[in-house]
């Protein structure tokens, strides 16, 4: 645990202990015996934490506190113990420090927020930055790692204590102040966020290395540490947990980050975006902070993002589309995974009715303006949504290039469709579908498509795709379905090998129709409507649909 500045690994051992009963006193032996250091840790932890306590309560006798200024007091340090008491902790995380270096990180931040906002400033940042470097060093702050990591610590937590303290009193306050107070929140958090973009572009001395190894450490520091306060804080507060003030800072340092500005970091843009993804987005995602669920989806909805990402934006016009795009779709399935228990029930909480609201606008948006990644990540994000959510399911499966026009159906006569130019040009897909399904389902699978023999695979097939006998979840979906693609896929190249267009009466009596003509006669109702693909774009599928339309 590094005495506390590990901080996944401290709450790791804090939830473990709570679950072994480490709150009953008769268990209180075993568990020393047990696990001795990882006790003796938690217990130093404990005993800091109790003498962090009385000093700030020594504090808070002797001065009020004042929130007319934009930091006021020095936050305290506090650790959330195994036996944390009621009430509301602060958060932040302990860490050894040196006594006055709380004072020391104010002054400085302080003195930063009256520069920052400066004309001076705002036309010339690096001489800004400058100056406060020299205040920086004159302090010791830049001595050395540790000092810079517990510098921009206590930065993160200063801020956010700040941004709380006056969110409390906007839940006084008249609708007509709300935005006032808000505003006052962003006042500090942007001038952090500031300073932070500029030592990141600047670490180097502002040079165009190709490589920008300074940059990219210091950024991954930066977002590590926020992401670390952000989960103590998540575990601390717990109900009253409020995401405003992390969701402000990870935004606007991502669009400092991302907007071009002369400042040579677009020749870095794939690693800023990946330290965005791994080292922040992946760590904070729904289902490890559920209370920030909201300010995620917002994040990754957010037009910045998904421009950059997606869009192929000034700044990332360089770096490989194939590479954000995956990215993208990684994220929308860790939300889409968060979503999908709940999703399974008819009568969805109002809180997360809202976030699917909010999930089907950012779908909403990537079908309007980017639905080619709709359109070659389909299988993933169809396989991650439950079967019974037939409007999400259909909204990802409407997706079709832009440059490619749909015929009319009232002037076509669907049996008309094999005529079509496009019905010729193969989907785009970036998954290999092999890899998906295991070796004892596709080794004998391939065997039978090549000679069309051993017909007990046949038979075997339906129990080879069911794992357990409880209805609802009788099938692997994931299984099944990259198994009836792969199929189709595997058919499509047979008939393009043998210069052949998909037809009726070209993919009848055939290995692949077997398959298809197996599982619709031997499945039961529940696998038939797993079995069932819906590919607007593969007209095999269409023609096999005809072939079984009793089904």
């Not at 060093?137 to 921009?152: A, R, Y």
């Not at 190894?213 to 989960?231: E, G, P």
């Not at 954000?324 to 009715?353: D, E, G, V, W």
């Amino acid at each position: 645990m590094d005495g506390g500045s590990n901080m996944e690994a401290t709450l790791f051992a804090q939830r473990f202990f709570r679950l072994i009963g480490f709150n009953d006193a008769a268990r209180m032996p075993v568990i020393k015996e047990a696990f001795p250091a990882t006790y003796e840790q938690l217990l130093k932890m404990q005993q800091m934490q109790a003498i962090l306590r009385q000093q700030q309560a020594a504090a808070a006798g002797s001065a009020e506190p004042n929130l007319d200024s934009p930091l006021g007091p020095p936050a305290m340090d506090a650790l959330v113990a195994a036996t944390a008491g009621p009430g509301v902790p602060p958060a932040v995380q302990p860490a050894a420090e040196e006594p006055g270096m709380s004072d020391k990180v104010e002054i400085i931040l302080r003195e930063w927020i009256g520069l920052c906002y400066t004309p001076m400033a705002q036309r010339n940042p690096k001489e800004a930055l400058f100056q406060m470097i020299v205040m920086m060093h004159d302090h010791g702050v830049l001595s050395g790692d540790e000092k810079i990591s517990q510098f921009i610590r206590m930065c993160t937590e200063m801020c956010v204590d700040v941004a709380l303290r006056l969110l409390k009193t906007d839940a006084t306050a008249p609708v007509s102040q709300s935005n006032i107070v808000r505003q006052r929140c962003y006042y500090t958090l942007d001038a952090f966020v500031k300073l932070m973009a500029l030592m990141i572009k600047y670490s180097d001395g502002g040079s165009a290395s190709p490589s920008g190894t300074s940059k990219i450490a210091l950024l991954k520091k930066v977002l590590h540490i926020i992401t670390s306060v952000l989960h103590v804080d998540h575990e601390v507060r717990r109900h009253e947990f409020n995401a405003m003030p992390y969701h402000r800072i990870l935004i606007t340092l991502f669009i400092e980050l991302t907007t071009p500005d002369g400042s040579n970091l677009e020749s870095i843009a794939w690693s800023i975006i990946e330290a965005f993804g791994q080292n922040a987005l992946f760590l904070l995602q729904p289902r490890r902070c559920p209370a920030f669920a909201y300010a995620w989806l917002d994040f990754v909805g957010h037009r910045a993002v998904i421009g950059a990402l997606l869009g192929g934006n000034g700044f990332a016009e360089n770096v490989d589309p194939m590479k954000t795009s995956a990215m993208y779709t990684q994220l929308l399935i860790c939300h889409l995974k968060f979503l999908a228990p709940f999703l399974r029930n008819i009568h969805l909480p109002k809180s997360i009715a809202v976030l699917y609201k909010g999930t089907l606008r950012v779908l909403l948006v990537i079908l309007h303006d980017f639905p080619e990644l709709l359109c070659e990540y389909h299988y993933v994000i169809i396989d991650t949504i439950p079967p019974n959510c037939v409007q999400l399911r259909n909204l990802v499966l409407s997706a079709y290039p832009r440059n490619m026009r749909l015929p009319d159906p009232f002037a076509l006569n669907f049996k008309q469709v094999d005529s079509i130019p496009e019905m010729a040009i193969e989907p785009k897909s970036n998954l290999n579908m092999a890899s998906i399904i295991p070796d004892s389902i596709r080794l004998p699978l391939d065997a039978y498509l090549r000679t069309r023999s051993a017909v007990d695979f046949l038979s075997a097939l339906p129990g080879m795709l069911q794992i357990s006998e409880n209805p609802g979840s009788k099938y692997n979906s994931t299984v099944m379905n990259a198994m009836v693609l792969y199929v189709g896929m595997k058919a499509i190249e047979s008939l393009h090998e043998r210069r052949q267009r998909i037809s009726i009466h070209t993919i009848a009596h055939t290995a692949f129709m077997d398959i298809f003509q197996n599982l619709a006669v031997q499945l039961c109702t529940e696998g038939r409507f797993l079995w069932r693909f819906s590919s607007c774009s593969i007209y095999s599928f269409f023609q096999l649909r005809s072939k079984f339309e009793w089904l």
